[in-house]
């Protein structure tokens, strides 16, 4: 039995490596050029090609911001304009090294849980990040989204290993990144004082003090202000403030996206646009306290779930936000089993990821469709994504109920 178990994870680690290897290759082989303006992948607060145009304009003395179409943040500006390869194959490469140190995070935080140096499954959740599509697409295209993915793995790694300086620093550097992620700085300061091994099946009231918190807030509080200093020295000025943190909260770009906003404030009248500007807005704020407060127990499994909450209903949303969802479900094979509709999920993923290329190609290369088309196709994948996301609350209650002899008893408090 041993035997075979070996020869079976021997298998699984050579084909891994095999796949991994193709996709350094496939890394090498030009397909940013052609991916790199796919609405899917990128949007106006991660695209490459807006990148590159800030780094020479920012190079050149002109204020990147000044025309309103550059949208990164600072950091990025300042981090890129040194370390962007002028090759685009070496920018993959780099890329492509981003998305390793996520996958290391996501296996570091599968250990974390597991309380465990190494386990048999690592090469399994290295692989549910690097070979997922939807986070693979975006790396090809170059989208700084991938990036942004890795920091949330970081982030959650040092949490999850007690580790609170760097944890709330790269969680500072991400809200710098994307405003939109700062839902997750309460589930993260939750984790900093508790313990990340699963509590779902035995949950109960969150016994560390809350206010251990506070020096912990403090201190995000404190890198947020040193980044934001360095943020306005760095382009001397605060006009990146609007152009940045402001996109997330105004929608100045309707660039169309894999979300929900872009379509419904496109034919916004201008006099609704702010209430319903704030309603989008506070939407993503309402489910933080009532995650935190139902899986206080267990805050690394209520940070996953803020993910996929974030990876349906954020503004500028790419395939890299949900792809970082599901990946992220490998860490907890636990609630696997009580996974009501895995198929049914999958099933609607495998739909919207054939009609939205298809419905983007027929509105905007042949004029054959419209944006409805286009929309529709987001609707359904913005079903896929609610749909994983109310099966995976489902499985983290549904695994704290028991079952005896006579019947199922709720052993939750």
């Known amino acids: 039995m041993s035997t075979s178990k070996s020869v079976s994870s021997n298998s699984l ?11 350094v290759v496939s890394a090498l082989f030009g397909l940013s050029n052609a991916l790199k303006h796919d609405q899917l992948l990128s949007t106006p607060l991660s695209s490459y090609t807006h990148l590159k145009e800030g780094i020479f304009l920012f190079k050149n003395g002109i204020d990147p911001y000044s025309g309103g179409t550059f949208r990164h943040s600072p950091l990025l500006l300042a981090l890129f304009s040194v370390v962007l390869p002028e090759s685009q194959k070496y920018a993959s490469l780099l890329w492509t090294a981003f998305d390793f140190a996520g996958a290391w995070a996501l296996v570091s935080i599968w250990r974390a849980r597991q309380n465990v140096r190494k386990t048999s499954r690592d090469t399994v959740v290295a692989a549910s990040y690097l070979l997922n599509p939807y986070v693979f697409l975006p790396t090809l295209a ?3 989204s991938s990036l942004q993915s890795s920091i949330t793995l970081l982030t ?5 290993e007690g580790q609170a300086s760097p944890s709330l620093f790269f969680l500072s550097v991400l809200m710098h990144i994307d405003l939109s992620t700062l839902t997750l ?13 699963s509590h779902l099946a035995s949950p109960r009231p969150l016994t560390s003090n809350l206010r251990r918190t506070l020096p912990l807030f403090g201190e995000f509080v404190l890198y947020t202000a040193v980044l934001s200093v360095a943020s306005t020295v760095i382009v001397g000025g605060i006009q990146w403030i609007p152009q940045t943190w402001g996109a997330t909260l105004t929608l100045p770009d309707l660039t169309p996206n894999t979300g929900v906003w872009w379509y419904f404030f496109t034919e916004m009248f201008d006099h609704f646009r702010p209430f319903f500007l704030m309603v989008f807005s506070v939407h993503l704020l309402i489910y933080v306290v009532p ?3 139902k899986f206080q127990y267990d805050p690394l499994y209520a940070t996953f779930l803020l993910l996929g909450v974030l990876g349906t209903f954020k503004a500028y949303p790419t395939l890299s936000d949900p792809g970082l969802f599901f990946s992220a479900l490998s860490i907890f094979p636990e609630v696997h089993p009580y996974l009501r509709h895995p198929i049914v999920t999958a099933l609607i993923h495998l739909h919207a990821a054939l009609l939205m290329p298809l419905f983007n190609h027929l509105w905007l290369n042949t004029g054959t469709g419209n944006a409805n088309f286009f929309y529709a196709s987001t609707l359904v994948f913005a079903c896929g994504n609610g749909a994983g996301l109310i099966d995976a609350v489902w499985a983290g209650l549904r695994i704290a109920i028991g079952k005896d002899t006579e019947g199922y008893v709720v052993v939750q408090e």
């Open 142 to 144: 170059l989208s700084s």
């Open 185 to 197: 700085l309460l589930p993260i300061l939750l984790l900093l004082i508790s313990d990340p091994q």
């Open 13 to 23: 680690s050579a084909a891994t490596s095999g796949l991994l290897i193709s996709r």
């Open 156 to 160: 959650l790694k040092y949490a999850a």
């Open 291 to 293: 995650m935190c407060i």
